[in-house]
């Protein structure tokens, strides 16, 4: 009697999304969330401290305003790009600028919290010719990144000492130097 073997199992050409490995250009969406809810939340929570003391007729008024549209924008890219097709926003936004960028940071914050790091961080099968949601969401971080930037260039020539603020949780003094005067 003989044995009759099976033919070798052909592997498959095709990729699957589960075998293929994390993106190492995009941060991971926990990196994302604390960079947007933390670093960046607290920035721009100190940079709108000197514009709110503005007076209405300030003429450094006029260079704020299109940056802080274009970080309400970004920060709107964010909520979209993470939302990722699940249904419109939470209500309707503030009409009052600075009120606007608060509201939009809130809903950017609560969309990516819902993103999935393990669907966003892998790379589609090269097959389905998809883009991964990483790089759009990295990028839409980016943007926010480089508009809050703007945002404290501006702001520097209304509060010079505004990077003594920004950079103080850097630096903590084991033992500060005493008050008094040297000499």
Same mark, same amino acid.
């Given at each position: 009697?003989?044995?009759?073997?099976?033919?070798?199992?052909?592997?498959?050409?095709?990729?699957? @999304? $589960?075998?293929?490995?994390?993106?190492?250009? =995009?941060?991971? &969406?926990?990196?994302? +969330?604390?960079?947007?809810?933390?670093? !960046?939340?607290?920035?721009?929570?100190?940079?709108?401290?000197?514009?709110?003391?503005?007076?209405?007729?300030?003429?450094?008024?006029?260079?704020?305003?299109?940056?802080?549209?274009?970080?309400?924008?970004?920060?709107?890219?964010?909520?979209?790009?993470?939302?990722?097709?699940?249904?419109?926003?939470?209500?309707?936004?503030?009409?009052?600028?600075?009120?606007?960028?608060? @509201? $939009?940071?809130?809903?950017?914050?609560?969309? =990516?919290?819902? &993103?999935?790091?393990? +669907?966003?961080?892998?790379?589609?099968? !090269?097959?389905?010719?998809?883009?991964?949601?990483?790089?759009?969401?990295?990028?839409?971080?980016?943007?926010?990144?480089?508009?809050?930037?703007?945002?404290?260039?501006?702001?520097?020539?209304?509060?010079?000492?505004?990077?003594?603020?920004?950079?103080?949780?850097?630096?903590?003094?084991?033992?500060?130097?005493?008050?008094?005067?040297?000499?």
């Amino acid at each position: 009697m003989s044995v009759i073997e099976a033919p070798p199992e052909k592997k498959s050409l095709l990729e699957t @999304w $589960a075998a293929n490995e994390r993106m190492r250009h =995009v941060p991971p &969406v926990a990196w994302i +969330l604390q960079k947007l809810d933390v670093d !960046l939340r607290r920035r721009i929570d100190l940079l709108f401290a000197p514009i709110t003391g503005l007076s209405p007729d300030d003429p450094r008024r006029g260079a704020i305003e299109p940056v802080l549209r274009s970080l309400c924008h970004a920060l709107d890219r964010v909520a979209e790009v993470a939302r990722q097709g699940r249904g419109g926003g939470n209500g309707h936004a503030p009409q009052e600028l600075i009120a606007r960028i608060h @509201w $939009a940071l809130e809903q950017a914050v609560a969309c =990516v919290r819902g &993103v999935d790091g393990e +669907l966003v961080g892998r790379r589609y099968p !090269l097959q389905t010719f998809e883009r991964s949601k990483a790089e759009p969401l990295y990028a839409a971080l980016l943007l926010v990144i480089d508009a809050v930037d703007r945002l404290t260039s501006i702001v520097r020539t209304i509060d010079p000492r505004i990077d003594e603020r920004l950079y103080e949780p850097l630096v903590s003094l084991e033992r500060p130097l005493d008050p008094r005067p040297m000499a």
